[in-house]
């Protein structure tokens, strides 16, 4: 069984570009989440995604921002990329229903590592 | 808001030693405690989880007793090994109003030596 897919798993850029990242989920999960990963700040989400839905945000500001395929693929997109943006951006996936509660168990990939110069 | 505080490493230890790694939380809810683990370059790995107070989660020797008295989870294991060595991340998702997302302590990253 395929793992959560991330591309690209490097990438560099410079200020004020704009960067695409894309997660291809397990086959069968449909709800895909981002989190920021830097050695300052630690882990922090960004947003979660829900049969093309944004299900739940956190608290980044609007340059962050993401989307949901039908086949339950996900971008996350930054634009006017600043020096403090360099981080892995992991991506994670869960099998679970459309609201309710539960442990909300996530499997991630290897992460896109993202470099601005 | 939801808070994980995890002991600040690195910890080091010698191989075959007992491994404790402290986490403590704070949430409103009734959340569901996680332990992850990253290795060198690559993502998450879940390790253990448990869903209400008192469940022991366990995995690969690992264990953690969620206790709500203490608001603690804290991670042991008997004996570790060199191939233990990795970053472990606690973390709790608040169950309240369907919320998914994860709150992760700052990690400790843990270093064994043959």
């Known amino acids: 069984k395929a793992g959560v897919t991330q591309t690209p798993r490097y990438l560099i850029k410079t200020r004020g570009q704009q960067v695409t990242l894309s997660c291809s989920p397990i086959?069968?999960?449909?709800?895909v989440s981002w989190y920021q990963q830097t050695p300052g700040q630690g882990l922090q989400f960004l947003f979660e995604y829900f049969s093309e839905t944004q299900r739940n945000k956190g608290n980044f500001p609007g340059r962050f921002s993401g989307r949901q395929f039908s086949n339950s693929r996900s971008e996350m997109n930054v634009s006017t990329l600043e020096l403090g943006d360099s981080a892995l951006y992991l991506c994670?996936?869960?099998?679970?229903?459309?609201?309710?509660?539960?442990?909300?168990?996530?499997?991630f990939g290897a992460g896109s590592r993202l470099t601005v110069l | 808001g939801d808070s994980v505080t995890q002991m600040e490493g690195p910890v080091t230890l010698s191989e075959e030693a007992f491994l404790t790694i402290n986490c403590t939380y704070t949430?409103?809810?009734?959340?569901?405690l996680f332990w992850y683990v990253q290795y060198p370059g690559e993502g998450l790995q879940l390790l253990l989880k448990a869903t209400k107070a008192d469940d022991k989660g366990s995995n690969k020797g690992f264990e953690a007793t969620y206790r709500k008295e203490t608001t603690s989870f804290h991670l042991e294991k008997g004996s570790v090994q060199v191939s233990d060595s990795a970053v472990y991340f606690c973390?709790?998702?608040?169950?309240?109003?369907?919320?998914?997302?994860?709150?992760f302590g700052s990690g400790t990253r843990l270093q064994v030596q043959p």
């Open positions: 086959s069968g999960h449909r709800s």
């Open positions: 973390a709790l998702s608040d169950r309240g109003g369907g919320r998914r997302a994860l709150t």
């Open positions: 949430a409103t809810g009734y959340p569901s």
């Open positions: 994670a996936s869960s099998l679970v229903g459309q609201g309710g509660s539960g442990a909300n168990v996530l499997t």
